[in-house]
């Protein structure tokens, strides 16, 4: 669906991941073999180095606050050598790091670092009610969504008016995760109430919707605003996802774009300009709805050749678009740079 373009020259030597490390020894063995040991391997095709890193492995010297320094394990990084991927991430063991990515990311971008998952979009994109607002003139609609909080007044009923225009059956499920973590069908108002309830004990915010049953998903890959692979698979059940890696089922795997499709991929694509996105679209038979957008949608790799193959393309034609990204990022500054010097 994509045709590569030749990658400009940059001095960029390395991307660098910003990702909580508060996994168990399942997720770390699971994340590195599925995820973080390809992508290095396609990073490192690319002759780029890639490292995971917490938040905390960032210092900044800002002592002469025109000329900062910028360390990484203790490793000068600068604008030229080294952009970082500042995807927000907030599963429940995450959430204790919320607020240091926050800050980390908007500090790198005040830095002058390019970063292809730009901050303020990221916010958007990790909360599915400021997506589904942001995104309001989708030519497909949207899922009809409510955002409300828990917390310790959730017995009191604030949001009954809120939820007035949607019928059980209803999907209910945090609104910062993923993974399909978390997620409830309820068919009564008693339902809704213990569903909230529980998630008040870690004060979770939650989104409601219709719940459709026996629906397909599609997730559209998409690499400098055009769609390049597109997944698709049938949810068994509620709570999963589609890919073979995380325990769901695909009827058909990887495939073209519906034609449905292709006018709200571009919408969404201008509204959220990044080099990298993933569109996720649910069809229930007789349409299609606009269900989410993932700005670090992760590709995974589960040994089976055919969809690995798929898989790094991929992965390869997103680390090019930040390639190209980066030199295109340089190149502006410098501009930017030379014109304020003129003056």
């Known amino acids: 669906m994509h045709a590569e373009a030749q ?8 991307i660098a991941w910003i990702y909580p490390e508060r996994r168990t020894p399942w997720q770390r063995e699971y994340e590195e073999n599925a995820v973080w040991t390809p992508y290095q391997k396609i990073a490192a095709e690319l002759g ?11 210092a900044v010297d800002a002592v002469d606050a025109r000329h900062p320094k910028v360390f990484l394990k203790g490793e000068r990084v600068t604008p030229e050598d080294t952009l970082f991927v500042t995807s927000l991430y907030s ?64 017995m009191t009923g604030h949001y009954d008016q809120a939820l007035a ?8 499920k945090p609104a910062n995760w993923g993974m399909g973590l ?6 009564n108002i ?28 599609y997730r559209i890959y998409t690499v400098d605003g055009e769609p390049h692979t597109a997944l698709t698979g049938k949810k068994d059940g509620y709570c999963l996802m589609t890919t073979d890696s995380v325990g769901g089922r695909r009827e058909r795997g990887y495939t073209g774009l519906p034609e449905q499709l292709a006018e709200t991929v571009r919408y ?12 996720d679209f649910l069809q229930d038979g ?39 990204g980066h030199a295109a990022f340089l190149s502006q500054r410098a501009a930017s740079d030379g014109v304020t010097g003129s003056r």
């Open 165 to 172: 225009e949607l019928d059980y059956p209803l999907i209910v």
């Open 91 to 154: 599963l429940p063991h995450q959430t204790v790091d919320v607020a240091a990515q926050l800050f980390t990311f908007t500090l790198l971008e005040r830095l002058g670092f390019f970063l292809p998952v730009p901050p303020a979009l990221s916010y958007i994109g990790g909360d599915k009610a400021a997506t589904a607002v942001h995104l309001k003139d989708s030519p497909v609609p949207l899922l009809p969504t409510v955002r409300i909080s828990s917390g310790r007044e959730a």
């Open 182 to 187: 978390g997620i409830s069908v309820v068919n």
């Open 286 to 324: 007789d349409q299609f709805w606009l269900s989410e957008i993932e700005m670090d949608g992760a590709v995974g790799f589960n040994g089976i050749p055919e969809q690995d193959l798929a898989a790094h393309r991929i992965v390869e034609a997103r680390f090019r678009s930040y390639l190209r």
């Open 190 to 217: 008693y339902d809704l109430r213990g569903v909230i309830g529980l998630a008040g004990g870690s004060d979770t915010p939650l989104v409601v919707q219709p719940y459709v049953p026996g629906v397909s998903e």
């Open 48 to 58: 780029l180095s890639m490292t995971v890193n917490k938040p905390e492995e960032l």
């Open 7 to 14: 990658d400009s020259p940059t001095p960029l030597q390395r």
């Open 268 to 279: 969404v694509c201008e509204r959220i300009p990044a080099p990298y996105l993933c569109v």
